[in-house]
Structures are given as structure tokens and as C-alpha cells.
């Protein structure tokens, strides 16, 4: 079956930098888009960032702090997160999509289990 497991997650000053990685199983991974989202408590699910073959798609919020890249040798999908900020702190979680709308939550098919991020003023 499919399994995405994300990790990287963890406490970090503002200014500071994690990143988190997402290897996936039981898929064709280098024929999905591969995605981000974050959902901080009492909020919904918000977009972060997806890459499909080369290109890359991300959230006004975050361009220019936030890069996705993905390594198909390894089937695995990264965000590089830099510049972190208090309102950055949210559970992470790593998602694939067979679909072509990277944007919204219903177009990913399978979803891994979630890594907390805490960023501390």
C-alpha cells in the first residue's frame, strides 16, 4: 500500500532553518506531484508548496523562505525551510497527488502522518 512518512519537524528560534523530508512508498513516485500543506491549531489545512517533475508551486506566505525540491532516486520530497517565523508553527504534512491542481487539499490522493514545527519568538 501507499505510505508517506515525514519527518524533520522540530523547535527552532525565528530566523532559524529546518527541513523536513517525506519518503513515500508504494507509488510511482516520479509521476505524482508531491506536496506540502500545514495546519496550525484551530485552522484548516493551508497550501505550502508542490513540485511536480521540475516545476515548483508555493504560497504567497512562504516564497522566497520556503523551497520544495524532490530527489525521484530516493522517493523522497524536501522542504527546505529558512527565515522561519512565529506564525510558521503548524503540524507539516507531506502529500501526494495524482491530479493537476496542487492547491487544495481534496486533489491529493494520500497523505503521510504529520511533523510538528514550532518556531519560537
Known amino acids: 500500500q501507499v505510505k508517506l512518512v515525514g519527518s524533520g519537524g522540530g523547535l527552532v528560534q525565528a530566523g532559524g532553518s529546518l527541513r523536513l523530508s517525506c519518503v513515500a512508498s508504494g507509488l510511482p513516485f516520479r509521476n505524482v506531484a508531491m506536496g506540502w500543506f500545514r495546519q496550525a491549531p484551530g485552522k484548516e489545512r493551508e497550501f505550502v508548496a508542490a513540485i511536480r517533475w521540475t516545476s515548483t508551486y508555493s504560497a504567497d506566505s512562504v516564497k522566497g523562505r520556503f523551497t520544495i525540491s524532490r530527489d525521484n532516486a530516493k522517493n523522497t520530497v524536501y522542504l527546505q525551510m529558512n527565515s522561519l517565523k512565529p506564525e510558521d508553527t503548524a503540524v507539516y504534512y507531506c502529500?501526494?497527488?495524482?491530479?493537476?491542481?496542487?492547491?487544495?487539499?481534496?486533489?491529493?490522493?494520500?497523505w503521510g502522518q504529520g511533523t510538528q514545527v514550532t518556531v519560537s519568538s
Open positions: 502529500a501526494a497527488s495524482r491530479g493537476s491542481d496542487y492547491y487544495t487539499v481534496k486533489s491529493y490522493d494520500y
